[in-house]
Nanobody, 120 residues
Framework: QVQLVESGGGSVQPGGSLSVSCAASGRIFSIYTMGWYRQAPGKQRELVAHIFSGGSTEYTDSVKGRFTISRDNAKNTVYLQMNSLKPEDTAVYYC??????????????WGQGTQVTVFS
């Protein structure tokens, strides 16, 4: 079994900073990406950022230049530093671990979610 344990998040005023982290444990192999999705009330879950096993990253346009994703491979931990936060960043942030192998295909694991609130 694979477990994802998230920490961080919270509340901050616009322009502030928050960080979230996610540690993966268990039978982990063939990691394709680790990353973060978010879901605001009444909206679909969307990709925020993810980092590939080789270290390359992708961000959704709305967070480029403000958020930074990083990863500690030895600890199977992914971090998201969020700067210059805006009210529209308010959402539940979910950690995602995507595994892929040619034998088993793709499989996603999800964290429990952590709330990020940006309030005026």
């Amino acid at each position: 079994q694979v477990q994802l344990v998230e920490s961080g998040g919270g509340s901050v005023q616009p322009g502030g900073s928050l960080s979230v982290s996610c540690a993966a444990s268990g039978r982990i192999f063939s990691i394709y990406t680790m990353g973060w999705y978010r879901q605001a009330p009444g909206k679909q879950r969307e990709l925020v950022a993810h980092i590939f096993s080789g270290g390359s990253t992708e961000y959704t346009d709305s967070v480029k230049g403000r958020f930074t994703i990083s990863r500690d491979n030895a600890k199977n931990t992914v971090y998201l530093q969020m700067n210059s936060l805006k009210p529209e960043d308010t959402a539940v942030y979910y950690c995602n671990l995507r595994l892929f192998s040619t034998l088993t295909g793709q499989y996603d694991y999800w964290g429990q979610g952590t709330q990020v609130t940006v309030f005026s």
